[in-house]
């Protein structure tokens, strides 16, 4: 749970019917936990192996399948909201995230839309609506938060990416703020750690350089820029931070390592509960000096890695994998 002396909030990367009323409010009680995101793939995992939503599924028989998932998504969303209810209450945390279809992500207007639609219906104050980091993107969070409606924007890897949506999110909250004197109105920027070791590890310990550092620096790199917007209202958030059995790596290695001040790590359930139980638990890991950052990605430029693809291709593969993973669920439930 938040930390009121760091700022350092945990968040659930996992949405599902059962657990919502069971592990996550048991983890609410506890203080592990004040938050809660969802994605394409986790729905599609929960709706498509879990039997709890056999009965509703039944009740939905003759709509299309994208209006079936988002009657299942839609009453899971809100059901978890209620149990964050009393964590946004006291502050910045407590929202659960719903993203929009992901193959609006080069659709501004539809993705505005669709958020507005799903805000309305889901009808809670303590929601984020998560948008991928697209140019189309952009001009949707600017628009989202300047309605009001709180924007996670997803699939952030490059320092780039993050300040382009610091920059429509603060446009969106400042015009917002213009023109309307209630309710709050904040937003998180998902930066997506694991992926670059995954992808990058195998060739850096083929050259004898170091690994499971790439995805930490990139991110520490990004921390550093948001934290000089000074924008208490944005906040960033670590994602991507489970751990795979073929790295080697401690369960909690991504939590530990980004452990920051005002900052956010959403993460699988069992990575959470490794670092409750590890030594590291509490202790800030950032701000990494810039020496430090910048001296890495000049080994990997020496090595012969282009970031800048390295970022590209990520967020192609990113896209594509929610997209995948959607349209699977909605063949699964058609």
């Known amino acids: 749970m938040i930390d009121d002396r760091t700022g350092f909030s945990l968040w659930a990367d996992f949405i599902e019917r059962e657990f919502i009323g069971t592990k996550l409010k ?3 009680a506890l203080g592990v936990v004040d938050g809660a995101t969802s994605n394409p793939s986790i729905f599609a995992n929960a709706i498509t192996k879990s039997s709890a939503y056999k009965e509703q599924l039944k009740e939905l028989d003759g709509k299309s399948a994208k209006e079936k998932y988002e009657a299942l998504a839609i009453r899971d969303i809100k059901a978890a909201a209620k149990e964050l209810k009393r964590c946004y209450d006291t502050g910045y ?3 659960v995230s719903i ?6 992500s080069n659709d501004a207007k539809g993705t505005v839309e669709e958020g507005v639609r799903l805000f309305n219906e889901i009808s809670k104050p303590n929601i984020m609506i998560k948008v991928p980091a697209t140019e189309a993107g952009f001009e949707a969070m ?3 938060m300047a309605k009001g409606i709180n924007v996670n924007a997803t699939l952030i890897f490059s320092p780039e990416q993050a300040l382009k949506a610091q920059k429509a999110m603060k446009n969106g909250i400042d015009a917002f703020v213009q023109y309307s004197d209630d309710g709050r109105i904040e937003g998180v920027i998902s930066i997506f750690v694991s992926r670059f070791d995954r992808k990058l590890d195998a060739r850096l310990k083929e050259l004898d350089l170091p690994t499971a550092k790439t995805g930490i620096y990139n991110a520490a790199k990004i921390y550093n820029e948001l934290q000089k917007c000074n924008e208490p209202a944005i906040k960033p958030l670590f994602a991507s931070t489970g751990t795979k059995p073929e790295q080697n790596l401690p369960a909690e290695y991504y939590i530990s390592e980004l452990c920051a001040k005002n900052s956010i790590n959403t993460a699988p359930i069992d990575t959470i509960e490794a670092y409750e139980k590890s030594d ?5 890991a950032l701000p990494v000096d810039e020496t430090i950052i910048n001296t ?3 080994v990997l430029e020496v090595a012969g890695i282009n970031i800048d ?3 590209q291709e ?3 593969e990113g896209l594509k994998a929610f997209e995948d993973a959607f349209s699977n669920m909605l063949n699964t439930i058609e």
Do not use: I, T
Request: no cysteine.
């Open 99 to 104: 993203e929009v279809d992901p193959y609006l």
């Open 26 to 28: 048991e983890m609410l």
């Open 296 to 298: 890495h990605f000049k």
């Open 309 to 311: 693809s390295v970022y």
């Open 314 to 316: 990520l967020m192609n």
């Open 93 to 95: 945390a407590g929202y």
């Open 280 to 284: 590291g638990r509490g202790k800030m």
């Open 142 to 144: 600017e628009q989202l």
